[in-house]
Each structure stands twice: as structure tokens, then as C-alpha cells.
């Protein structure tokens, strides 16, 4: 069919999967090969330790799933608890939504606190819901980090502290998809007990791989947790994890990305990782005031670095706005779900970009806009970003040096 081709690159910004760097793609490009081999455990071996440093824990134990997401909710889930179990979560967007309702059809009582959309976990309230339970009936709290259809991140330090503060021994699950690896994440420090993640977002891998973390509280709780589990039961890993094999095939290209993700996160260190989410999310927000709209994040505690979610004028569907980035200028941005369906689009800022890539998304939603009649001054938001990044004055003073 003549114009069906879409010439150039795909600006795929959408808040996952993100860009997967040439050299990832390259080093995924390998032969099948046995994973009973004796060669095998080299692959697999480092990437537990090497994993746990992304998490920051020195106590945790990594286990690493040939699924989504989803399945290490599912994991985090059903190898710590049992049915009839109660678990505190904040609901606050889609995500938070669908990790209750996992929850849920795995037979667990869950006591929902619902948050305005735009806002996150509200510590008060989790301590003071802990605190009114005086027979300890809550076995855990459930927050996601970066509600990634908001763009919302929460104060998984502040949860932390609230338990403690209520003198409570819930453990805490932390849905970490669109935060580790590209916002600070403190599993020891901020006392997580299971935390989880996927290849798609900071990892900057297909998707593919469900990555959960125990911390050992957690380990400890899996003797009690008699939910129904068999592909996602951590047991088979720890029995062959530590000899670098797994209970099954496990996604062996996809193993041989994640070794060279870790090299990439280590070659810029995690931390610049962490600075360079900030400086491009400022970017991005720099153009949306330019454009005169509004984050879906009510003040600037819940600004996500990692996506902007950003609310269209009233009369307008943010839906018009995706399709008409999409069909004409190859720009993929993310879809408002569920709630706010059509009253937002999503820019993803995580993973392997720099200012200029953003600077072209920021181009086309800004054109995108124009086209379906939002009244954005061309250049505003573009120029907005660029004077947010670090420029003129700064070269100028290392020159001068
Ligand atoms: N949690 C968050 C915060 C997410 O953003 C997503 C997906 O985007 C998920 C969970 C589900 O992950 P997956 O789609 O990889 O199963």
C-alpha cells in the first residue's frame, strides 16, 4: 500500500518500553545456546549481584522472571502472602488500580485508600490506618513509586517512616516498573521488603523480563505464604539461582541485554542516571508551562522525572493529540487510561534519551497540538526546554577556566 511507510526513526515516547540503545540490541543478537551448559552460570551469575546494586540492597535476593511487569506483582505477591491476608494500598492511577485487583483475584483482603488522581501515597493516612490496627491484622502496605499514568511519584521513604512511626510490622511492596534505574530507589534504606520492576522502562530492554527483589523479612514470610503460586514461586529460583541456572528456559537474549543494560548504568553511574531523569523532566515541564497547560501532578512533590503527564485544554481529546503525533510525525506518546481517558497525553522522558531527542518529541506534541486546534505558540515549548538545559553561560565559564 503506497504511504504506508513511515520514513526515519519511530520517537517512541511513550513511558514504556523505551529506546533500547544500539549496543543492547547488538549484544541481544547471539546464537540460541543451552542454558544447562557449564558456560551458562557466567552470564547469569553476576547479573543477581549486579542487579541488587540497582535496587541498592546488600540484603536482598533478586529474582529474575520471563514475564512482564506483571508477573512480579503477581510474584511479590503470592510467595509472602496467603489467602485472606489484608494489605493497606494506595490507589491513585491505573497501575495502583491493577496491582489492587491482582491482589484481589489472588484471594487477598485488600483496604484501598483512595488518593485524588495527580497525588500519590498519603503517609498520614497509612499511618494512621496502621495505628487503628491494633492486632497487627494488616500484613502489608502496597505503593506504587512512579504511577506512571499520572506521573506521579510517591515518598517511598515517607511510607517507610509511617509504618515505623505506627509501630506496625507490615512489610512494604513497592511497585518500582517506571522508577528503578531511572529514580533514586533505596530498597535497605527505605526498608522495602519486596520491590519489583520490568525490562522495558529504566532497564532500557524489551520487554520481557519481571524482575521481584525479597528482602530477607520477606524470604522469611514465604514459609506463611500459601498463596497458589508455581511459575512465579521464588522456591525453584533459590534452588537454582545461586549455581546460575533456572527452573526453566529462562529469556536468554534477554539476559544477554540485561548484562549489557548493567554496563551502560554503570559506565554514566546510576547516579548521573538519576540527574540526567531530572534535568530532562525539567525540561519537559519547562514546555508544558510554556504551553500554558497543566500536569496531571496537582504540585510539584509528585512531578515524576520519568513521565509528564499533561492534561489537555477542556474541549479537546487527548487522544486526538497522540493520533495526529502518530500519523504524521512518527512520534509515539502515551495514552490517558481510565480515569482520565482522553483528558491527558503522556510524554515518557526515561531510559536511553538525551535533550534532543526530547527536544523532538516536545517539537511534535507542540506540532501535534497545533494540528487539532490547541492554541500552543510553535517554538514555545521547544524553547521553554532548551533554555531549561544546561547551555551558553555554563560552556562559557569552562572555557574561561
Ligand atoms: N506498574 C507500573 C507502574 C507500570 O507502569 C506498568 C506498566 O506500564 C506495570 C506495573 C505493568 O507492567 P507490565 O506492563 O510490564 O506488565
Not at 520471563?66 to 490507589?91: F, I
Not at 515517607?158 to 505506627?166: H, M, Q, S
Request: neutral net charge; contains cysteine; charged residues 20%.
Amino acid at each position: 500500500m503506497s504511504g504506508a511507510r513511515k520514513p526515519g526513526r519511530n520517537f517512541l515516547f511513550v513511558p514504556g518500553p523505551t529506546n533500547v540503545p544500539d549496543r543492547i540490541l547488538r549484544a541481544m543478537h547471539v546464537a540460541m545456546e543451552d542454558h544447562r551448559s557449564p558456560d551458562f552460570p557466567k552470564l547469569t551469575r553476576p547479573l543477581y549481584e549486579r542487579l541488587k546494586a540497582v535496587f541498592k540492597t546488600e540484603e536482598g535476593q533478586v529474582f529474575i522472571f520471563p514475564s512482564s511487569g506483571t508477573g512480579a506483582w503477581e510474584a511479590a505477591l503470592t510467595n509472602t502472602r496467603a489467602p485472606g491476608d489484608k494489605l493497606l494500598a494506595s490507589r491513585f492511577g491505573q497501575f495502583s488500580h491493577l496491582w489492587i485487583e491482582l491482589a484481589r483475584r489472588h484471594g487477598l483482603e485488600v483496604i484501598v485508600q483512595d488518593e485524588e488522581w495527580g497525588t500519590g501515597a498519603n503517609p498520614e493516612r497509612i499511618e494512621e490506618a496502621l495505628r487503628a490496627d491494633k492486632t497487627h491484622e494488616i500484613k502489608g502496605v502496597m505503593v506504587v513509586h512512579n504511577e506512571t499514568a499520572t506521573g506521579v511519584t510517591s515518598d517511598v521513604a515517607a511510607v517507610r517512616r509511617a509504618i515505623d512511626a505506627a509501630g506496625h510490622p507490615a512489610m512494604l511492596y513497592v511497585d518500582g516498573v517506571s522508577s528503578i534505574a531511572s529514580l533514586d530507589f533505596r530498597m535497605d534504606e527505605w526498608g522495602v521488603d519486596v520491590a519489583i520492576t520490568g525490562s522495558q522502562k529504566g532497564l532500557m530492554l524489551p520487554a520481557g523480563l519481571g524482575i521481584a527483589c525479597g528482602s530477607k523479612k520477606a524470604l522469611a514470610a514465604m514459609k506463611d505464604g500459601n498463596c497458589r503460586r508455581a511459575y512465579f514461586d521464588f522456591t525453584g529460583h533459590m534452588a537454582t539461582n545461586p549455581s546460575g541456572y533456572f527452573p526453566y528456559t529462562p529469556a536468554v537474549t534477554l539476559l544477554h541485554g540485561l548484562r549489557e543494560a548493567l554496563d551502560v548504568l554503570d559506565e554514566e553511574g546510576l547516579e548521573n542516571v538519576f540527574a540526567r531523569h531530572h534535568r530532562l523532566a525539567g525540561g519537559a515541564r519547562a514546555a508544558v508551562r510554556a504551553w500554558g497547560l497543566k500536569l496531571c501532578a496537582k504540585e510539584p512533590k509528585w512531578h515524576s522525572d520519568t513521565v509528564s503527564a499533561i492534561m489537555v485544554p477542556p474541549g479537546f481529546n487527548g487522544a486526538d493529540v497522540i493520533a495526529a503525533a502518530y500519523q504524521r510525525y512518527n512520534l509515539a506518546l502515551g495514552a490517558g487510561l481510565s480515569q482520565v481517558a482522553g483528558k491527558l497525553f503522556r510524554i515518557g522522558h526515561l531510559g536511553d534519551l538525551n535533550e534532543l531527542m526530547l527536544l523532538g518529541a516536545i517539537a511534535g506534541a507542540e506540532m501535534a497540538m497545533r494540528d487539532i486546534g490547541i492554541e500552543v505558540e510553535l517554538g514555545g515549548g521547544v524553547a521553554a526546554a532548551q533554555a531549561h538545559f544546561p547551555g551558553g553561560a555554563e560552556l562559557r565559564q569552562v572555557a574561561a577556566e
